[in-house]
């Protein structure tokens, strides 16, 4: 299994241009979701998703867009890309049940400039 | 909203000593999981050791343990005889029972074990 995948790696994006970040997982996880990281800030959650068709907001949805079509895939829009969306972002996926562990991507760091 | 605190944003331990690394968090519920992550400087988040609040015994895995104070809200981790590659950033987190609930992460503790 490759486990939860993020493309690309790196991104430098243009203040106002648009991009999607791509996610997707092999393990057949209902819960997909995703975080950005700051420093001094922890983990903080974008957007999720608990299957097929259905998505939800976290605690910084703003300038952010979600779908979920499949099961595997979990893309992330930046809609108008702004300085303070420059971060690290992390996708996740895990079982609904039995509160297991989440498994994280790789990760993408991104640059507005 | 659920919050974690970590109140300790670096720390230092010789290679082959041990060190606690503490949490806190704020609930009603009796019922959740709790975790710790570690993020080397690779970037990667890995799951370190994992702790359900219903279970009194507190979760080991190898050098990794856990201090689980239900009443106190209180989920340390100790690391005993610490290596170089335990060398990372730790996170710890909270996340209710309930199917579906998200993940509420600290800011982190950054640990450095110098040789």
């Known amino acids: 299994n490759a486990g939860v995948t993020q493309t690309p790696k790196f991104q430098v994006l243009k203040t106002g241009q648009s991009m999607t970040l791509q996610c997707a997982q092999d393990m057949n996880h209902e819960y997909m979701s995703w975080y950005r990281q700051d420093p001094g800030m922890g983990l903080r959650l974008i957007h999720y998703s608990v299957g097929a068709g259905i998505t939800d907001q976290g605690e910084v949805p703003n300038g952010y867009n979600v779908s979920r079509s499949t099961t595997e895939d979990f893309p992330l829009r930046l809609l108008s890309a ?27 760091r991104l640059t507005v400039t | 909203a659920q919050t974690v605190t970590q109140s300790q944003p670096e720390m230092s331990v010789q290679e082959a000593e041990t060190v606690t690394l503490s949490c806190t968090y704020d609930t009603s519920e009796n019922n959740y999981y709790l975790f710790w992550y570690k993020q080397p400087p690779s970037r990667q988040m890995i799951l370190v050791i994992r702790q359900e609040a219903y279970k009194q015994q507190n979760a080991t895995e190898n050098r990794f343990s856990v201090n689980f104070q239900k009443a106190a809200k209180s989920f340390s981790l100790k690391i005993s005889d610490s290596q170089l590659g335990d060398t990372a950033m730790y996170f710890c987190a909270f996340m209710y029972s309930n199917t579906g609930n998200q993940f509420y992460f600290g800011t982190g503790t950054s640990l450095t074990v110098i040789p």
């Open chain 1, 82 to 108: 702004a300085p303070s969306q420059t971060s690290v972002y992390f996708c996740a996926s895990r079982k609904l049940a039995g509160g297991d562990e989440q498994y994280f991507g790789p990760g993408t």
